[in-house]
């Protein structure tokens, strides 16, 4: 028993036109996801499972809808007991521990705004956060450290009202223990009567790969277009358990560890790990549980392939999806070769729910394309001019709708940022992808990180992808350089990781150099190459090509 139902029009479809041309979303003017997912659940069926939760210590829960649904109401009378309510900003650093997912649930019960943080941040990056959301509350899992750059934080911002940790830490208030004092029930409050789907739940903090990080408000009305990501990416169904790898300071965790998942009927399940991600141990635990449905990035696939999968179970896993960074089609190829499995590739953003798909079932995989449009989105590629771009590649826009679903609100506070991006019509991304003549669209980069060389437009990810399918190269780069001698404009620079085993020579450089002009159009071969220890990246471990270039910048 799901309840897609109330929400959605059809479930199934002959084929991707179908789906795209006749799936609807309805989402009621009073949509409230934790009354209207978690505690529905929780009245027609309580012990039905929502979540398997483990961590590297050997502890292991598992909770049901009426967990949920009882434990989100005792942690929503101890928000209102401190003084939160609706609109108020709390900030949330709880990384994979269960009390996160009560947490969101009881802030969207009392309509307060959920900011999900990752526990990397440091004092100024806190800071920063905490003024510019103008937070009341902190809830942080007991970490020293982390809890020392919250509390020195909050001692320069005077809107920190109160803070609490998963755990006793000095200076803190133990956030279990006066969680679990509560009444189990929540009063009649005003706001359950009052609620909208316009409500803002959550207030996500960009990774910032080219300035600061933007403040990005999402709505109870975003949280079921997470229904296309779940039912028709992910695939999942009721009662299957779904394992997305994703820590909950990042918006990967709203796609995959939350929203559509629930919504579907769907468990999820939670592996709390801490220290060095260990491809052996994640394998271990999908066989053990009997994982449905798996989604990570890229790089743990790549660091799957390296390990004897032959060891593993994985008969459980139906579908595996990616999403984070474009995947590189060797590793595509290496997945099915070692599982049998495929990978079904998405795209979006923190400010949309999943935009373009290799939807299961509807879209042929074709190694390397993000697949075709969600049905929520009218996706157009446009030039520079705002023109449509029929040949070569374009930024991706999405088509404004009187009604949009799945799409952020806008910047929190900054009507003139969300301008920027919001205009004639349109939301622009700021990616670029060129669609092929059978209407599957591909990713080529930033807009940018767009190299201008010798009249050709190149986007990074096409020579990353050639240069990655090289043994020698553990992870790359590509930016652009000045042309000193004034012919091209611009040169194809490789700031290049090299694999264990391998050193930097003149015969390696060249070496890649052909290999790429074998792999791809030789017009994309670096000619420039730099070898490093490592590549500059944001917090949420995307690569920060703006760094590169910046250094760059007195070298050529």
């Not at 309580?46 to 989100?72: H, Q």
């Not at 006793?168 to 009444?183: I, L, N, T, W």
């Not at 004897?308 to 008969?315: A, E, Q």
Request: net charge negative.
């Amino acid at each position: 028993m799901n309840l897609l139902d109330r929400y959605t029009n059809a479930l199934s479809f002959r084929d991707y036109d179908d789906f795209y041309r006749n799936f609807r979303l309805h989402v009621p003017k009073n949509f409230n996801f934790a009354y209207n997912i978690i505690d529905e659940y929780a009245r027609l069926d309580p012990a039905k499972r929502a979540m398997v939760w483990c961590d590297d210590l050997g502890e292991e829960r598992t909770f049901t809808f009426g967990d949920i649904s009882r434990i989100s109401d005792q942690t929503a009378n101890y928000f209102l007991s401190l003084g939160i309510g609706k609109g108020d900003r709390v900030l949330v650093i709880l990384q994979r521990r269960h009390e996160y997912w009560t947490t969101v649930m009881a802030l969207s019960k009392i309509g307060a705004i959920c900011i999900p943080a990752t526990h990397m941040l440091m004092e100024k990056d806190l800071v920063y956060r905490m003024e510019k959301a103008g937070v009341k509350m902190a809830v942080a899992v007991n970490e020293p450290e982390l809890c020392d750059n919250i509390r020195k934080a909050a001692a320069q911002v005077p809107c920190v009202q109160h803070l609490a940790s998963v755990g006793k830490y000095e200076g803190f208030r133990d956030f279990d223990a006066e969680v679990a004092a509560q009444p189990e029930t929540l009063p009649a409050l005003p706001y359950k009567t009052e609620r909208s789907a316009e409500d803002i739940l959550l207030l996500y903090f960009t990774s910032g790969t080219t300035g600061m990080p933007k403040m990005v408000c999402l709505s109870q009305r975003y949280t079921l277009g997470h229904i296309v990501t779940a039912r028709f990416w992910h695939n999942c169904e009721d009662g299957g358990l779904h394992f997305t790898l994703a820590e909950t300071g990042w918006a990967k965790a709203s796609w995959g560890k939350l929203f559509g998942q629930w919504a579907c009927g769907s468990a999820l399940f939670v592996y709390d790990f801490h220290g060095k991600f260990e491809a052996d141990d994640l394998l271990k635990h999908i066989a053990k549980y009997k994982i449905t449905t798996f989604c990570a990035p890229p790089t743990v696939y790549r660091f799957m392939i390296k390990t004897d999968l032959s060891k593993y179970d994985l008969t459980s896993i139906r579908y595996m999806m990616t999403a984070g960074e474009a995947l590189n089609p060797e590793i595509y190829r290496q997945i099915v070769q070692k599982t049998g499995h495929k990978i079904y590739e998405g795209f979006g953003q923190t400010e949309t729910t999943v935009v373009c798909a290799t939807f299961p079932g509807l879209v042929d995989i074709r190694p390397g394309s993000m697949g075709k449009p969600s049905p929520l989105y009218d996706v157009q590629l446009l030039d520079d001019d705002g023109n449509p771009v029929e040949m070569g590649a374009g930024e991706i826009c999405i088509r404004l709708r009187e009604e949009q679903q799945g799409l952020f609100s806008g910047y929190y506070k900054d009507p003139e940022l969300t301008g920027t991006v919001m205009h004639d019509g349109y939301y622009h991304l700021g990616d670029l992808a060129y669609r092929d003549t059978d209407g599957y669209y591909w990713f080529v980069g930033r807009k940018d990180d767009i190299i201008k060389s010798s009249g050709y437009r190149i986007g990074p990810f096409e020579v990353e992808s050639a240069l990655m399918e090289h043994p020698a190269v553990l992870e790359c780069a590509i930016t652009g350089v000045p042309d000193t001698q004034g012919v091209r404009g611009q040169l194809v620079k490789a700031t290049i990781v090299l694999a264990k085993g391998y050193e930097p020579s003149d015969e390696l450089v060249k070496e890649l150099q052909n290999h790429v002009k074998k792999t791809t159009a030789p017009y994309k071969y670096p000619r420039v190459v730099e070898f490093v220890n490592e590549l500059p990246k944001t917090i949420s471990g995307k690569i920060r090509r703006v760094e590169i270039r910046t250094a760059d910048t007195d070298r050529f």
